[in-house]
């Protein structure tokens, strides 16, 4: 088994993403209020795991991914979505974007899972209760926040 296969994160992101309103609901999130989907993922799959988010240790996180998003996903994630805007003429095109575009957003949350060792557990709390708060340091609107809330309903 690869360590890519042993990420209890991405094997929770893969099956909670699939649940009704899920990707649309992260989708407008990274679209419409630029909050990354692993982040709002990440932190509500810690909250599960019992670990707490602190501010200083979300924003070394986001700082740390900043270079990546910038620099390797946000520019294939325009590619991807403007070969789709132009109807390119070969869609396997668009799906080997899309597949790239996947397998960087898996190395993401490769690196976000190795981060959430470093997590202190908070045993003591309910676990929706801390995918909520670690939820709220990373979306800080009313806006944001309202969207946040359907995904924990649905995260249950």
């Excluded at 799906?95 to 397998?103: G, N, P, S």
Aim: proline share 3%.
């Amino acid at each position: 088994m690869s360590k890519a296969d042993k990420n209890l994160f991405w094997q929770f992101s893969l099956e909670f993403y699939t649940r009704p309103a899920v990707a649309d609901l992260c989708l407008q999130l990274q679209d419409d209020h630029q909050r990354q989907v692993n982040i709002v993922l990440w932190c509500l799959w810690l909250g599960q795991q019992g670990k707490a988010l602190d501010k200083s240790g979300l924003a070394r996180t986001l700082e740390t991914l900043q270079s990546w998003q910038l620099d390797v996903i946000g520019p294939l994630r325009h590619v991807r979505r403007t070969l789709k805007r132009h109807g390119l003429s070969n869609p396997a095109i668009y799906r080997q974007a899309k597949q790239l575009e996947l397998e960087l957003e898996k190395q993401e949350q490769g690196l976000l899972f190795e981060l959430s060792f470093g997590l202190l557990d908070s045993p003591a709390r309910p676990k929706l209760a801390l995918a909520q708060e670690n939820l709220h340091l990373h979306l800080v609107t009313a806006e944001q926040r309202l969207l946040g809330e359907r995904l924990l309903v649905i995260l249950g």
